[in-house]
């Protein structure tokens, strides 16, 4: 049986890492600007305010719903709680009638189109029924653009909590929340890459926090039928090799925007405050295999002054 391996959108998948081989391509460039990236800003805020400015306008929510009903796994979506300023969380009822232990997560997860961090992860004893939560960040809803929840795609896993081999992956499961709520899609920026079914494009640097220096935001289309995982490798700027972690995956049909992370930022690396070139390769796997379609070959950017 294979074994599990949790994922998160801009997290795990290590070990593709290791897998992957050097493939070639062509590149891409262009010129850039800055841009300083508007956050929600919680000064004012109190949990279960309704009026904060930045914060999702309406508060749309769901009637309880069964969203996973399988021979030996039972799962319940029951309300989204917005009290919180740092999160917003759904609220769910999980039951097992497994003779071992288990653990549900979430395998994949997009708000009105993008893709979404959903953290949650209930171990379930034999019989048991409980209730737990997911959490989404508030930060990730903002920088994709979401303002309002109009319907969510959910994919949960389970799992053997104590082999870790995989039980069951659930098909897709799509929840409104009844909202009219249209979602924008803002694809503006450096398109590093626009062919095998895939968009790749290099947003505006942020330049918001200057502890760290400038952070390097993509925004990714999936356009094929199948799920994909976009892993950087090689990530050089200024000329200097960088340090840097950006594996996000991405289901059929949805946009995913995500910066990529430094292990070590390269203001402390090498003293770099200001990015005038920016080059890196990225690939393209299978989410359940790791097996990998493409690489887009070296993708690189010529950046304006700030």
Known sequence: MKKHASRLYSTGLVALLVALAMLGGAAAGGAGTVYD???????????????????????????????????????????????????VMINYEVESTYEIPVTVQMWEFSINGYMINASCSSDVAP????????????VDLDLAGIKEIADMQLQFTVFDSASYDDILITDYIQVSTGSTYMQTYD???????????????????DYSDSLTGPRIPLYIENNSDVALTFSTSDLLINGKLIDDF??????????????????????????????????????????????VFFSTGNLYVELDEK
């Open 127 to 138: 019989g048991e029924k409980k209730e737990d939560v997911v959490y989404i960040q508030q």
């Open 37 to 87: 990236y508007g956050m929600t800003d919680y000064d004012d805020y109190t949990p279960g305010d309704t009026t904060g400015e930045g914060l999702l306008g309406n508060f749309p929510n769901i009637e309880p719903t069964q969203v996973v009903d399988e021979e030996n796994i039972n799962l319940t979506l029951l309300s989204i709680d917005y009290s919180s300023y740092e999160y």
């Open 187 to 205: 694809d503006s920026g450096i398109v590093l890459y626009d062919k095998d079914e895939v968009k790749i494009v290099m947003k505006p640097l």
């Open 246 to 291: 950006f594996i996000v995956s991405v289901s059929p049909g949805k946009r995913l925007v995500a910066y990529i992370e430094y292990f070590e930022t390269p203001k402390r690396q090498y003293g770099i405050e200001e990015f005038e070139n920016i080059e890196f390769n990225m690939y393209v796997s299978s989410i359940r295999s790791f097996e």
